[in-house]
């Protein structure tokens, strides 16, 4: 058996798999909370994660641990854990939506070095410009950084005592040469650091240590449990759903909405705010569209108008064409491909028989062209998509599905329920890295059902797409 740590922000998730894959055989979760004692700022104890891991294998202990052959860890990107030369915690660790360091990320961003190394943009929420404050308004602290560690690699230090990262979750420090796949001597001497302050790397797939023998004996584990390299949480998840080979992709309506794409080369486009990261299989890289507001979009509405989301989207029968009022999506800014912080949503085009189901479906439209203009950018350095599944909360609305494989002009595939996120991705990466197997096991799930766009729609989709676009330049300086 395999189990999977998937550390994100509000809680650990565990789950334990075995080699036939079927069915997740144990699961269980902690919770964490996020200190906010500034604007701006997001942090956690990263005590709290261990804590949290313990709590977990205590709840996975009950099914009987003595099979398990590996552990594979997912957690949320660009946190920065400072430790010193003890490997002492100096601070609470600074999150991926942590957005002080807006000011040195901009200067980093400025140094054309930045991008062309790490082929993505250096938002604020990257984890070298986290440091960078540090330095400047915490110095006596960055004096003592002996180690950076991100999140899920701080839990390895834990288990097996070594200094070990991916190549997935570096992608996302501002460090990283994403095309090498190696850390920047460049960058890490530009911002006062070497390798020596960074993990050693590994692949996700790729063994990184072994569990400390008191631990295993703690829960009831094997000597010689291995410790994979894991991935990013977006990239641990594209394991787990299967989307491992150029060509697949998954579009994710959560909280935010992610279109995550595969690519046997590296294909950056920084200037359009494409994340471009290596996956967590060995000569494979993702990138992703993120739009901030997904099912955040239709909750917001569905609280303005006292309505429950479901019962919204539930009211709108097949799929209509898109008429004039228009939703912009932006309540909190957007990331691709506008990168604006401050951009703010809006409808346009509002008539007098613009009723509730109208404003229903110009919200998911909205979305959906908000995904179109991440597919357009990700087409535009060459990425396809020939496999698209949808996954997330949203993925229940059939009507907003129809919408959005209408406006991407790609057929939506719907696996059947299970867990495909990234704790279930982390253990299959333990799985690689204790067999020896490759990406053919990370097979793609079993689909229920296809969402087929409707072809007799498609001008009017791309009409509407065009509103949004014109809407969207009207709105920019306003907002």
Not at 58 to 73: C, E, F, N, Y
Request: hydrophobic share 45%.
């Amino acid at each position: 058996m395999y189990i999977g740590l998937d550390l994100g922000t509000s809680g650990l998730k565990g789950v334990l798999i075995d080699d036939a894959q079927v069915v997740v055989v144990a699961e269980a979760t902690a919770p964490l909370t996020v200190s906010r004692p500034a604007d701006g700022w997001s942090e956690q104890a990263p005590s709290d994660w261990i804590t949290a891991a313990e709590a977990v294998l205590d709840q996975l202990s009950a099914k009987g641990l003595g099979d398990v052959r590996a552990i594979g860890l997912s957690g949320q990107m660009h946190g920065a854990t400072l430790l010193d030369a003890s490997d002492e915690v100096l601070r609470p660790c600074m999150l991926w939506n942590d957005t002080r360091a807006h000011a040195e990320a901009a200067e980093m961003d400025e140094d054309p070095m930045f991008r062309r190394i790490i082929g993505n943009i250096v938002f604020p929420g990257f984890t070298a410009p986290k440091v960078a404050w540090v330095q400047k308004h915490e110095p006596r602290i960055w004096e003592r950084i002996a180690r950076i560690l991100l999140p899920k690699d701080y839990l390895r230090l834990w288990l097996t005592g070594a200094h070990v990262g991916d190549m997935s979750d570096a992608s996302g420090t501002a460090w990283f040469d994403t095309g090498k796949r190696d850390w920047s001597d460049d960058l890490l001497t530009a911002t006062g650091f070497s390798r020596a302050n960074m993990p050693s790397l590994v692949e996700g797939s790729a063994p990184s240590g072994q569990m400390r023998d008191a631990l295993a004996a703690r829960w009831g584990l094997p000597k010689g449990v291995v410790v994979a390299g894991g991935g990013g949480d977006n990239a641990a998840s594209g394991v787990g759903v299967g989307v491992v080979r150029a060509g697949e992709a998954f579009v994710s309506l959560g909280t935010s909405g992610v279109l995550f794409a595969v690519n046997d080369g590296y294909q950056p486009d920084p200037a359009s705010a494409v994340h471009t990261f290596c996956h967590a299989v060995p000569d494979t890289w993702h990138q992703m569209g993120v739009i901030l507001a997904a099912t955040d979009a239709l909750n917001w509405y569905a609280r303005l108008v006292g309505q429950d989301a479901a019962t919204l989207t539930a009211d709108l029968g097949p799929l209509q064409a898109p008429r004039k009022t228009v939703f912009l999506p932006y309540l909190g800014g957007e990331r691709t491909p506008i990168n604006s912080p401050t951009m703010r949503g809006a409808f346009t085009g509002l008539e007098h028989v613009t009723d509730r189901n109208a404003a229903t479906r110009a919200v998911l439209e909205g979305v959906a062209f908000a995904f179109r203009d991440c597919r357009d950018v990700l087409a535009a350095t060459g990425t396809r998509l020939n496999t698209l599944l949808a996954v997330g909360g949203g993925s229940r609305s059939d009507y907003w599905l129809s919408a959005i494989a209408t406006a991407l002009g790609v057929p939506l595939q719907v696996p059947v329920a299970g867990d495909f996120g990234g704790a279930y991705g982390a253990a299959r990466l333990g799985m690689m890295a204790a067999t020896g197997a490759g990406a053919e096991i990370a097979t793609l799930p079993k689909i229920a059902r296809v969402i087929e766009p409707d072809a007799t729609l498609s001008d009017a989709f791309d009409a509407g797409h065009a509103r949004f676009r014109a809407a969207q330049t009207a709105i920019r300086g306003l907002t």
